[in-house]
């Protein structure tokens, strides 16, 4: 334990994750002695502003009452620590956590200072002891500022929901809300857009039995835009016994940057896309590749710098390191004549505190690491790691081809591209990347052979709904929200059931279309994009000096107050109703929200008529009967029954005056794939999720947090080595591989 080696300590280094400390440890050495302070420490109280609207917004900040024994231990650790150094995450949330355990340490100021680091490296958790500093007060500023401003909108706003909208489950969010709105509004557009007809036409072609098709753009030099069938068909007929020959051939150089390393929700986005993860998801295995990873002898290694930025700046070690890799695997040509910037194009609301996200240590190539990695870190980890090597190399060189061919003054084109110089292409997989199809060799004034028409009818499409990560992406374009919000948000606009997720879209709910009209309609600066975008900029202001935060903090309450007063008075009692009518009575039915949080429709004849349903109209099943059972009660020896509740079944003891509880496992027979890696002996079981869907996880959770929707079969996939799980589809029974990003899968035996 740390207690037993605190004497010999020089000096406490006290850091937000214990996963930090193992890395951190094996860099500093017996000197020092790391202790974690779990994230927050401090907190405004949980009921109540917890500030003094009076006394200039000032906080009033208590202990976390399940902190309390941590807060214990680093007092005592510090007392007898010659230093403290705070080293927690190096942005203005962990600025904040800093300061906040300097006000509990009981110990002398002049022996406590704040070190940060971009990445647990020797160089940098060195370099970070030997520069250490006092605590930005200003950061601390700025994020106490943005906690005040959450607190009044959630504090002031939540209770108006509850009240008007009947269900105590609702809250509202200064930035979550405005994501709601986003995706309610996108709802919107895809229901009013109405889809226009348009036709192309395409004409196969030949020369040498090589066969290629190119696309009608033009007639008589006006570009061709074709509306209907008719259309078409009257072009149709005009090419007739046309000869089709070579009009124009253009050539073209051209270049093909890479792209910049990632930020946080470049990263989400390039995550969600190739690897198929939800934000959440991917900061998850980002954190724990920047804490720290057993590499076998190495022992802990941080394989990433910090994953929450928006910054593209990359530090002059990591160019030279970049730079020395690249020459020596692919060659000088492979790198530029001057190291490529992407800086110069910063954006002006960027908090520029720390580098964007790469490989520590860009030697370690995922390859080379893979073993110790389960499969989702090294996806993710290759997915970074090549994304930064790309953005160092040298651009791409392509040679585009354009043909335009005439036929009865009509002009067709096709196109072709050709990689002259690969450059970055060589170890990334470029997104602007497309399939085009290559042509023969063509000369103007030449005559192809005709081989068909193709005439196909089109519509416009709508509007995509949002996914996580084209949120993400208009959060940002925005201004709205920083790095470390984009997934605590998504998360929580799901949970609140304002928003389900169908497939990888994001859908509103009636539920969260009425919240998002409401708020609207009432709070409109609140809901306002530019407005919410001014606050982060203001908020940057406070953090660069810029601002005063108190005078921020009274032009946003004052009016804000005043709009609440105004709502308490003036909404009404809001009834959600749906278009589904109920089968007993006729009347609407109307969304209602149990006690649990679940939401349901419920016949708003309520209490004549006690119809409930699911919200997509399946009226639920009567509860099964009890199953008797020899089981004894382990507590009083009574005799039990078998429930089913929302999580499965489970023994319910008869005795009146016990009522105890017991959960039944049922197992899987397959051991858990992580726990097998990391030398535990979980194993996976059946469990239900709140919702009621089956799912299989680990016995050791919340050690281990293992899962999968679909059943286990025991075996490994014979190509990525994932688990294989049997899938039931309509077009028939597959045993598929358990990762999303493998397509492995074969028909299941009949059993």
């Given amino acids: 334990m740390a207690t037993k080696t605190a004497s010999k300590a020089k000096t406490l280094v006290i850091v937000e994750s214990p996963a930090k400390s193992k890395t951190i440890k094996k860099i500093l050495g017996d000197d020092y002695l790391i202790e974690a302070s779990y994230g927050h420490i401090r907190d405004l109280p949980p009921k109540g502003l917890g500030f003094d609207v009076d006394n200039n917004f000032k906080p009033t900040f208590s202990i976390i009452p399940e902190k309390q024994k941590v807060v214990d231990t680093l007092n005592k650790l510090a007392k007898s620590a010659e230093k403290v150094y705070l080293a927690s995450d190096p942005d203005r949330e962990g600025e904040a956590i800093a300061w906040h355990v300097k006000e509990v340490l009981k110990v002398p100021e002049n022996k406590i200072f704040r070190i940060e680091f971009n990445e647990i490296t020797p160089h940098a958790i060195k370099d970070a002891v030997q520069n250490v500093r006092q605590i930005d007060m200003l950061k601390v500023k700025a994020q106490q500022t943005r906690q005040i401003l959450d607190r009044l909108v959630g504090f002031k706003i939540s209770p108006i929901l509850w009240e008007k909208l009947r269900n105590y489950h609702l809250s509202a969010g200064r930035v979550q809300s405005v994501a709601l709105r986003m995706i309610v509004e996108r709802e919107e557009e895809i229901e009013a857009f109405t889809p226009v007809e348009y036709w192309t036409i395409g004409a196969m072609l030949s020369k040498n039995n090589y066969d290629f098709e190119a696309e009608l753009t033009k007639y008589k030099d006006k570009k061709i835009e074709i509306k209907d069938k008719k259309e078409a ?175 009865n003054g009509y002009t067709f084109r096709v196109g072709s591209s050709k990689v002259e110089f690969d450059g970055f292409l060589k170890v990334y997989e470029d997104d602007k990347e497309e399939a085009i199809q290559k042509i023969p060799e063509l000369k103007e004034g030449e005559t192809l052979e005709f081989k068909k028409l193709i005439s196909e009818q089109h519509f416009t499409q709508p509007p995509a709904r949002f996914s996580e990560a084209s949120l993400v992406k208009q959060l940002e374009e925005y201004g709205i929200g920083r790095p470390s919000t984009y997934a605590p948000i998504i998360t929580k606009i799901q949970q609140r059931g304002y928003v389900e997720k169908l497939d990888k879209a994001l859908k509103p709910t009636l539920l969260g279309r009425t919240v998002s009209k409401q708020l609207c309609e009432y709070f409109k600066d609140i809901m306002d994009y530019k407005f919410t975008a001014g606050m982060e900029l203001k908020l940057d202001e406070i953090a660069e000096d810029k601002a005063d935060s108190i005078k921020v903090l009274k032009d946003f309450y004052f009016p804000f107050e005043k709009t609440v007063e105004d709502a308490k008075t003036n909404m009404g009692r809001v009834v959600i109703e749906s278009d589904k009518i109920c089968p007993n009575c006729g009347k609407k039915m109307v969304v209602k929200t149990s006690r649990f949080g679940k939401q349901f429709l419920g016949c708003s004849g309520y209490p004549d008529c006690k119809t409930m349903m699911s919200l997509d109209g399946e009226i639920p099943k009567a509860p099964a009967e009890d199953e008797k059972t020899d089981v004894k009660c382990e507590k009083c020896g009574s005799e039990t029954v078998i429930k089913t509740g929302p999580y499965g079944k489970y023994y319910q003891c008869l005795n009146e005056k016990c009522k ?75 045993i598929a591989c358990s990762s999303k990003t493998c397509k492995f899968n074969k028909p299941m035996e009949e059993e």
Wanted: proline letters at 4%.
């Fill in 233 to 407: 068909d009257k072009i149709l007929k005009d090419l007739e016994n046309a000869k089709y020959i070579v009009s124009n051939i253009t050539s073209r150089d051209t270049k093909r940057n890479p792209q910049a390393p990632f930020i946080t929700s470049t990263l989400q986005r390039e995550a969600s896309s190739k690897l198929g993860y939800g934000v959440s998801k991917t900061m998850q295995i980002a954190q724990k590749l920047y804490e720290g990873i057993e590499l076998g002898e190495d022992g802990a290694v941080g394989l990433i710098t910090y994953m929450r930025t928006d910054s593209v700046r990359i530090s002059d070690d990591a160019k030279e390191a970049a730079k020395e890799f690249i020459t020596y695997n692919f060659g000088d040509k492979y790198y530029p004549k001057t190291p490529n910037d992407y800086n110069k194009n910063k954006k002006k609301n960027v908090q520029d505190a720390h580098e964007a996200i790469r490989p520590s240590y860009v030697s370690k190539t995922p390859e080379s690491i893979k073993k110790y990695l389960t499969s989702e870190q090294y996806k993710l980890y290759k997915l970074i790691w090549t994304r930064f090597v790309a953005s160092q190399m040298e651009a791409a060189k392509i040679k585009n081809l354009g043909v335009e061919i005439d036929a």
């Fill in 660 to 734: 105890a509880r017991k959960g039944i496992v049922v197992s899987s027979g397959v051991k858990c794939p992580k726990c097998e890696k990391e030398g535990r002996d979980g194993e996976l079981i059946q469990r239900r999720s709140r919702y009621g869907k089956t799912f299989y996880g680990c016995s050791k959770y919340p050690d281990c947090d293992y899962a999968i929707w679909n059943e286990p079969t025991g075996e490994k996939c014979p190509e990525c080595g994932e688990l294989l799980v049997k899938k039931f589809l309509k077009t028939g029974n597959k």
